[in-house]
């Protein structure tokens, strides 16, 4: 009964909150929204806003709060005080990031399609637990030197059942979840995710219903493989309602201990699985709300603290479909 006292204060003081403490972001130049933007508060915390670039922030959810830091692809980045925070936030385009991206024209060759198929999995103890303040980029390397378009992404799910004793049973009822997830392509950057490969933003939305893994459709961005390579990352925005519209859930739990309150990120549904039965270290993550945050790679060594890598579980598996084009 606590809990449930608990969890629906939370809930109303958070829609309560939601009607008189937005703050909105859009393009100084368009005044259209700035969807899904990053505001990190520099303290290895932070929020996004939703697909009409708003958010909720208010001194009584983050006391110790005084500036917020907020980026987005083809934007320049800004810094607020939270003192007197404008309503309305407006971001600059940043001509210089947009200017390098390529139009591509439509290739009309015959090709062929090839697949990568991703590593499935529903072992909870074999799962990356995905916060907000985390993303995970995958590489694939590119195997010739023939043109090829991405088409589709394949995101390995882990799928956990309601009741914990009938979890190994594949006709199990799942837990329900609905979370919204930003996906980007970087370049390869000397074994490092580098520059974007299009200013677009991509996101979908996760249930239960989509079973163990997601296949996002990408076709019309027209994604190509650079030579060396590229990767491909996954960044939970968080949950969403059921027309899947961004709620505005707190990102951290504190637990006051010895020394103070600590913040500790949430985990979001649904859980990541990691696979062994790749060779190489394809694998990396980032804590996105650090200002100069850093790619590293998930390997044992790097002082990333996992249970996975002690288990040798190094990589989360994904998978792609491209076209391969046949030369002319």
């Known amino acids: 009964m606590k809990y449930t006292i608990t969890t629906t204060y939370l809930f109303l003081f958070l829609l309560t909150l939601s009607t008189n403490a937005q703050t909105k972001i859009i393009d100084a130049e368009t005044k259209y929204p700035v969807s899904y933007a990053t505001i990190s508060f520099g303290d290895g915390q932070g929020l996004f806003a939703d697909d009409d670039g708003l958010f909720i922030f208010t001194k009584k959810l983050y006391k110790d709060v005084d500036s917020l830091f907020i980026s987005s692809l083809g934007y320049k980045s800004l810094a607020l005080a939270t003192t007197n925070l404008p309503k309305t936030i407006e971001m600059q385009a940043d001509i210089n990031k947009l200017d390098e991206v390529i139009v591509t024209a439509k ?77 980007k392509f970087y370049k390869n950057n000397n074994g490092l995710p580098g520059d974007v490969m299009t200013y677009t933003n991509i996101v979908f939305r996760a249930t239960e219903k989509n079973g163990d893994k997601f296949e996002l459709d990408v076709s019309e961005h027209d994604l190509f493989i650079p030579k060396d390579g590229f990767f491909v990352s996954l960044q939970v925005l968080g949950y969403t309602d059921a027309n899947g519209k961004l709620l505005p859930n707190k990102k951290y739990k504190e637990i006051k201990g010895r020394s103070g309150m600590v913040k500790i990120p949430t985990n979001f549904r ?53 076209n391969e084009y046949r030369d002319e």
């Open 107 to 183: 290739i009309d060759r015959k090709f062929k399609e090839e697949t990568i198929k991703p590593y499935l999995d529903d072992d909870y103890y074999k799962c990356w637990l995905p916060t907000i303040e985390s993303e995970i980029a995958v590489f694939f390397p590119n195997g010739n030197d023939k043109l090829k378009k991405i088409t589709t992404v394949l995101f390995p799910f882990a799928l956990e059942s309601r009741d914990w004793k009938k979890r190994k049973r594949a006709n199990a009822d799942k837990r329900k979840f609905s979370t919204l997830f930003k996906v």
């Open 270 to 322: 649904p859980l990541l699985p990691f696979t062994d039965e790749i060779d190489a270290h394809n694998t990396f993550i980032k804590r996105v709300f650090i200002s100069g945050n850093r790619w590293v790679q998930f390997k044992k060594g790097n002082g990333i603290e996992s249970s996975l890598l002690k288990t040798n579980l190094n990589n989360y598996g994904v998978g792609i479909n491209f």
